[in-house]
């Protein structure tokens, strides 16, 4: 038989109200959030379950042999749905009344082809009818999909990145508040219910118009500013004690990988945490930013033969200013308290003597840029990379790195290969190098206390009589330190005029 490339079904618009819309591959903050932004426009929508262990077996008998393990996870996952739901409704239930959005584009690793192993899957399912939609990560408006029950448009794409920015921000403040919070399972409760909030604010975004009008609004109303305000007061009811010096590792890796929270990773997040560290989580804004970046070299590379190039590389860094100041906009009205986005082209400047920009795939030069950014603005104690089983883009990376810690000795680097049946070899990897940045942070920590002449008993005299230090929300200046417990003493030793 012929091969014939995936297509699917129509998608009517009268469908609307009985199709389900399934998605997933980010957190369940982030797809609250999106889930709201797509009730927002009528449509009926649901994230998958998160990824478990299982997953990873289910894909495994379904596509080929050498993929990736993000590709089998995510395949696996839909597939564990759909089984489930065939086995409670039967099959024509399931083609009839769900569909799956996921994002797409063309390029030299698996994530171009994902769409092709869900149909191979789908295949060996029985259930090639079911429909697939793929959300082109470099088109903003798409259009009505086969059919039009599905319009990619401005008004859905805007809604979903602002989703993005917003749980990346919500993961911020998480991470960096966890790890200090007196009362256990604080930061917890406020997150889930900072997140339901925020999911009404999505579904309730009150836009009208169509394509640069809802886009305007956007990037113009307070909207989002505003919820986000209301956010941070939720923040500031828990209560933190910054006097505990943790190691601070920064996750970086392939896109699917370091984003998942869960059995994908070996929660090694939630991991790392219980192990007294700290952790400084990837940003999506940040793979947006790249995608800009990405698309500013390909037309500087035009130049020489396009003149028009030139005018085109000009407002693409226009939108890159606008998308940055929109992250930064939407940071302030947290108190400027999650981490600002690396500057791309200092990432790019970083990792050129390793590895060059134009080496597409994964995450590219980012990974080598990210962890020197790290290492050179003392952001972290230690990279932990997240690095997929069968990742071509991400073994070119941690071979780069080899000749970044030969010139690097002290920075402090675990890569981690992940390929879902290797946990205890993988943490217990992880754990000899954290074992070193615990050190360090110790270290910097008593070096701070003997340089300030400050006590750690001397600065909880001084937080009762200023009981704003001890709130979530306060924000700790960073003094050129990587933890977040010698940067405070610093700034409390400032305050008190004692340097
Ligand atoms: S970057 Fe690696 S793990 Fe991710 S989709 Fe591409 S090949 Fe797979």
Redesign the pocket.
Known sequence: MHYTAYRPRPFRKEEREKVTILFGGLTWKHERLVQGALHNLNYKAEPLPNVSRTDLDVGKELIDVG?????IFTTGNLISFLKSKVQDHGRDYVVDRYAFLTAGAC?P????Q?HESYTMALDGLGLRDFRLFLLDQNQLDQGPANGGGLEINLPFTAGIIWAILCGDLLTDLEYMTRPYEVHPGETERVLRDSVEYLYEVFRDRPIKGKKWRVLAWHLLSDYFTGALRRVKKMWEAIEVDRLQPKPKVKITG????QTHEGDGNYNIKRWLEQEGAEIIPPPIAVWLDYLLRSNIQKLEDKRVIDKRAGRKVALVRTLQRVYRGTYNRLRRALGNLPYELPDQDELRRLAAPYFHNRLA???GDMLVGKALYAYHHKKAHMICELS?Y?????TMSIGAMANVLGQYPDLLYAPIEIKGDAEVHALSRCQMILTEAKRRAQQEFDEALMKTGLTVEAIRRYEERHPELRMATYRVPHRGFAGTATNYVLHIAERMGKI
Do not use: I, K, V
């Open positions: 993929a990736c393990c993000p590709t390029g690793c698996r994530f171009g994902y392939e896109f699917w990988l795939g994964g995450e997929p069968s990742c071509m883009p991400n």
